[in-house]
């Protein structure tokens, strides 16, 4: 089959190439029997690249998330029609023939070829309406879903990152939810108050600190969404200052949810120590110090980085796609073609960190229908 090759650590334009002749994998390249009732092999007709592809490649994770040798596929978010299923597992909701979009479990890779082995447990059926592009783009930013589960009804929200690929979606869930107003932070602010991201208003970034803005601190948020990586050292900051938050304090039930490791966006892990200071530590000592003797001066600090390795998680995302409630946000430079230009410029895009939405891989010529 066609596929995307990475050949090493490094560089995309130096390590990464679509290639033929690359094996077509199949449910007996599983030599656990038992492990194999839970796989499928797909027909791939898109790919949605995540910050988790671009960080396998890199090497700072190699220990933890590097493939198993090389050359290895990238990717592991996707979609595309059952082409094999396992047999003497009778209870799987699929049959041969079903469109369906997929997350990646047990590392990101594997996906970015004409034919992918995902995981049965985290894939679901396409609903009608919606096409390969749109489900690729919605199965890798379902952990929006899963964050929008801590908004309550009647609740201010604040998201940074708001035109991300999580962010984009993030807003419209959380309006679901029952949110009263919403603001996005974002350097697009126009496509956040567009629809369908449709936020109340938005803040941009290289013009204002929304940190510092006087009508948010008279009228504070009661969540604040970090997708970006940076509010938990402003409100450190402004904390410090002794000056009014945009955000209301633990005390008075406000909250600070991010998918960023208190120590910033870029960290690099090669032990298992490692995670536990860069995540554990930490995390436990912020989440501790903003319940008890800091509630009166910051949020409530939660780490939403962990994503059950469930159906539901898909299910639930594509659901409210199929009611209207949730449009897939595809970032406009793509879908992207499946060349091998296509797929370094789409992981270039990724590692900018300005992706618009999510930046999608079209594998198939009718991934678009």
Not at 321 to 340: E, I, N, Q, S
Not at 354 to 365: D, L, S
Request: hydrophobic residues 40%.
């Amino acid at each position: 089959m066609r596929a995307a090759q990475g050949t090493d650590y490094g560089d995309v334009g130096a390590v990464m190439s679509v290639e033929d002749g690359v094996k077509v994998p199949r449910l007996a390249d599983i030599p656990n029997k038992k492990k194999r009732r839970d796989w499928m092999v797909i027909r791939t007709h898109a790919v949605a690249v995540a910050p988790g592809d671009c960080r396998v490649l890199s090497g700072i994770t190699r220990e933890l998330q590097g493939p198993p040798s090389f050359p290895y596929v990238p990717c592991g978010d996707c979609s595309g029609v059952v082409a094999e299923l396992p047999e003497g597992n009778d209870d799987l909701p699929f049959e041969v023939g079903d469109r369906v979009a997929v997350r990646f479990v047990e590392g990101p890779r594997g996906a970015l070829g004409e034919y992918s082995l995902v995981s049965t447990k985290v894939a679901d059926k396409i609903p009608e309406g919606i096409t390969f592009d749109e489900a690729a783009a919605l199965a890798s930013a379902s952990p929006a879903t899963v964050l929008a589960d801590s908004v309550r009804p009647g609740e201010r929200v604040l998201v940074l990152g708001a035109r991300g690929g999580v962010g984009s979606h993030l807003c419209q869930v959380v309006r679901d939810r029952g949110a009263s107003y919403v603001v996005g932070v974002t350097r697009s602010p126009k496509d956040v108050v567009a629809e369908p991201i449709s936020c109340d208003e938005a803040v941009d970034y290289t013009r204002e600190d929304v940190f510092s803005l006087e009508r948010f601190q008279r009228e504070p948020f009661d969540t604040v969404i970090d997708l970006a990586g940076y509010a938990d050292a402003r409100l450190e900051e402004m904390a410090a200052k002794g000056g009014p938050l945009i955000v209301k304090t633990a005390a008075n039930g406000g909250r600070l949810l991010s998918l960023v490791p208190p120590i910033g966006p870029i960290f690099e892990i090669h032990s298992f120590w490692q995670v536990m200071l860069v995540f554990t530590f930490p995390i436990l000592r912020k989440m501790f110090t903003t319940r008890t003797w800091r509630r009166w001066s910051l949020p409530a600090y939660t780490f939403a980085f962990s994503i059950p390795g469930t159906r539901d998680c898909v299910t639930r995302t594509l659901d409210l796609a199929r009611r209207g409630k949730l449009r897939a946000v595809v970032d406009p430079k793509g879908p992207f073609p499946f060349t091998t230009e296509g797929v370094r410029d789409t992981f270039r895009l990724q590692k900018s960190r300005h992706v618009q939405g999510k930046a999608v891989i079209r594998v198939a010529a009718d991934a678009g229908k």
